[in-house]
């Protein structure tokens, strides 16, 4: 029987990189999306809002569009636990 030979680090580096992979298409995507709904207008206004004295509105009330985005929040986080734990996993396993 042939004893195992431990191995050179190429799976315990991919595991990483797909991580960072996956991180950067997240982030990427997250931004495209404040691009389009507008989070990035007006940015001279939002700097003197701390400092106004009119009472700010309470936002309004949509649970059935917020319902979505919480499933979504899930989702990722579930995501990025899981390929947390795999590269852990894969770490110990080809250590």
Do not use: C
Request: aromatic share 12%.
């Amino acid at each position: 029987m042939k004893p195992l030979r431990r191995s050179d680090g190429k799976m315990y580096y991919s595991g990483w990189l797909g991580l960072i992979t996956i991180s950067l298409g997240v982030s990427l995507i997250a931004f495209v999306w404040a691009l389009r709904n507008g989070q990035f207008s007006d940015q001279g206004r939002a700097r003197y809002i701390p400092l106004s004295s009119e009472p700010t509105l309470p936002p309004l009330h949509e649970p059935a569009k917020r319902a979505w985005e919480l499933y979504a929040l899930i989702i990722v986080g579930l995501i990025g636990l899981a390929s947390i734990s795999t590269s852990i996993a894969l770490s110990l396993y080809w250590m």
